[in-house]
């Protein structure tokens, strides 16, 4: 799974959605990743109806790495806003 973060992450999260995402509440984490998931090969972004409801069938498994993948994004983009993450 892909993911974009136009410009700054603290630029694009609000102050709940931080915490959530530091609390490690998946409750909390998939609304905010669906946000920004993008095609894998097209890099368009995905609907978030549609990106919540991938994020939804996941197997756990499958979870941690996703959650990994986008924390990664998010720190790649707080040291280089400009690009997007894979």
């Given at each position: 799974m892909k993911f974009k973060i136009d410009g700054k992450i603290e630029d694009a999260l609000t102050w709940?959605?931080?915490?959530?995402?530091?609390?490690?509440?998946?409750?909390?984490?998939?609304?905010?990743?669906?946000r920004f998931v993008v095609?894998?090969?097209?890099?368009?972004?995905?609907?978030?109806?549609?990106?919540?409801?991938?994020?939804?069938?996941?197997k756990m498994a499958e979870v941690a790495e996703v959650v990994k993948q986008f924390s990664e994004a998010m720190r790649f983009t707080a040291v280089n806003p400009t690009s997007a993450a894979k």
């Amino acid at each position: 799974m892909k993911f974009k973060i136009d410009g700054k992450i603290e630029d694009a999260l609000t102050w709940e959605e931080f915490e959530g995402m530091q609390s490690g509440n998946f409750m909390a984490m998939r609304p905010i990743i669906s946000r920004f998931v993008v095609d894998d090969e097209t890099e368009v972004p995905v609907p978030q109806p549609e990106a919540f409801k991938r994020l939804g069938a996941l197997k756990m498994a499958e979870v941690a790495e996703v959650v990994k993948q986008f924390s990664e994004a998010m720190r790649f983009t707080a040291v280089n806003p400009t690009s997007a993450a894979k």
